[in-house]
């Protein structure tokens, strides 16, 4: 069975850093995209980040692009999403997401980023 | 960057009837095109993959279609369980990007 668990949200003030967490298990990690995505309060979808399953290539949204930085350690199974300069705009739910296995892809269980002063 | 448009906003349907929901892509992003499908403090759920595959263990009564830049899920007889949130997503071109979504809701 796959599954994700994510840990590392909280609450930071603006311009503080977080960093998010994801471990996977039932898949193999090290063949997989690996990907974030996020959802303010009450708002839509946007896909902030993913990488390749070796950790050499990588994609960000505009709006995150500087600012956060995902790698993963597939010695743990884990990928990470490093948040650096937050802003008030990047509250919201961040999901982990793996690339499609057995036939469709699996989500964490989501981790709340709230940032304000 | 491709934006993906969905209609409409919110669709108001009685259980058993049929649902129809639209997605437009301001360029060419097929075969590339999911659904999702969300409920209230879930994540979302992979439905649909590749424009018409369903994803492992979604029902029959799900659909999709379309072609370019115009696609449609289709609900083919509502479900208590399927009054959610529907959105659209292209995996064509970096960034990747949803739809608003569509609110299917009880008439």
């Known amino acids: 069975e796959v599954q994700l668990v994510q840990s590392g949200g909280g609450l930071v003030q603006p311009g503080e850093s977080l960093r998010l967490s994801c471990v996977a298990s039932g898949f193999t990690f090290s063949n997989s995209w690996m990907h974030w995505v996020r959802q303010a309060p009450g708002e839509g979808l946007l896909w902030v980040s993913r990488v390749s399953g070796d950790g050499t290539t990588t994609f960000y949204a505009d709006s995150v692009k500087g600012r956060f930085t995902i790698s993963r350690d597939n010695a743990k199974n884990t990928v990470f999403l490093q948040m650096n300069s937050l802003r008030a705009g990047d509250t919201a739910v961040y999901y982990c997401v793996n690339d499609p296995v057995g036939g469709t892809n699996h989500w964490g269980q989501g981790t709340l980023v709230t940032v304000s002063s | 960057e491709i934006v993906m448009t969905q209609s409409p906003a919110t669709l108001s349907v009685s259980p058993g009837e049929r649902a129809t929901l639209s997605c437009r892509a301001s360029?060419?992003?097929?075969?590339?095109l999911a659904w999702y499908q969300q409920k209230p403090g879930q994540a979302p759920r992979l439905l649909i993959h590749g424009v018409s595959i369903r994803a492992t263990g979604i029902p029959a009564r799900f659909s999709g279609s379309g072609s370019g830049t115009e696609f449609t899920l289709t609900i083919s007889s509502l479900q208590s369980e399927d009054f959610a949130v529907y959105y659209c997503?292209?995996?064509?071109?970096?960034?990747?990007?949803f739809g608003q979504g569509t609110k299917v809701e009880i008439k």
């Open positions: 997503q292209q995996y064509n071109n970096w960034p990747w990007a």
């Open positions: 360029q060419s992003v097929s075969p590339n």
